[in-house]
Nanobody
Framework: VQLQASGGGLVQAGGSLRLSCAAS????????MGWFRQAPGKEREFVAA????????DYAGSVKGRFTISRDNAKNTVALQMNSLKPEDTAVYYC???????????????WGQGTQVTVSS
């Protein structure tokens, strides 16, 4: 499956952004979808995951209550709504697809190219 992330940009602290990830070449509903991020000089980390049908979601503690992951299996897309953004949310954000509902980065098989999110203070 091929993944294409979009929607990143520059926003002031307290603002919002909505990331989107379009999938092609596979059966989208058969994949768990996740969002991860990597800040400069840091390891890639888990942000959010959503189960196959969208009935279950999981979030990193640092974004819980501010970010919302959703999916549309009819459109083969997954989104990450990011509210109340903080400078520490600055990173390249990646969408990923896997076969297990997990936050473990090494269990995701397919990755998008990443989209830059920059939050200014």
């Amino acid at each position: 499956v091929q993944l294409q992330a979009s929607g990143g940009g520059l926003v002031q602290a307290g603002g919002s952004l909505r990331l989107s990830c379009a999938a092609s070449g596979g059966t989208f509903s058969s994949y768990v979808m996740g969002w991860f991020r990597q800040a400069p000089g840091k390891e890639r980390e888990f942000v959010a995951a959503i189960s196959w049908s969208g009935g279950n979601t999981d979030y990193a503690g640092s974004v819980k209550g501010r970010f919302t992951i959703s999916r549309d299996n009819a459109k083969n897309t997954v989104a990450l709504q990011m509210n109340s953004l903080k400078p520490e949310d600055t990173a390249v954000y990646y969408c990923a697809a896997g076969s297990q509902y997990t936050s473990r980065i090494n269990l995701y098989d397919y990755w998008g190219q990443g989209t830059q999110v920059t939050v200014s203070s």
